[in-house]
């Protein structure tokens, strides 16, 4: 019933950027907390970057002062503005969602499919 789709990855020289976007559809009450996660090749999958609903943001060290994260509530999407890349941030990188459905409203979370990130000269 819920969806994630991120878009946006791709190929990118070092020091280039991209935006990431990650939109939820459904039957959607609301939607809480959004995030972004990486996880590169032989790597455990890492926390970037989390939003709360009124904004509040958080990063890792890793990309703090690079990446920036947003949202638009009323598309229940988010984004994740990624400047100064290097060949590290190489990985696939996932959305996730705490969503409320219309049916149960209950706390559930959503991650979407991935896309692939590739910082490469």
């Known amino acids: 019933q819920v969806q994630l789709v991120e878009s946006g990855g791709g190929y990118v020289q070092p020091g280039g950027s991209l935006r990431l976007s990650c939109a939820a559809s459904g039957r959607i009450f609301s939607t809480t907390t959004m995030a972004w996660y990486r996880q590169g090749p032989g790597k455990e999958r890492e926390l970037l970057a989390a939003i709360t609903r009124d904004g509040t943001t958080s990063y890792a060290d890793s990309v703090k002062g690079r990446f920036t994260i947003s949202r638009v509530n009323a598309n229940n999407t988010s984004y994740l503005q990624m400047n100064s890349l290097k060949s590290e941030d190489t990985a696939v990188y996932y959305c996730?969602?705490?969503?409320?459905?219309?049916?149960?409203?209950?706390?559930?979370?959503?991650w979407g499919q991935g896309t692939q990130v590739t910082v490469s000269s």
């Open positions: 996730k969602a705490v969503i409320q459905t219309v049916a149960a409203r209950a706390f559930n979370l959503y």
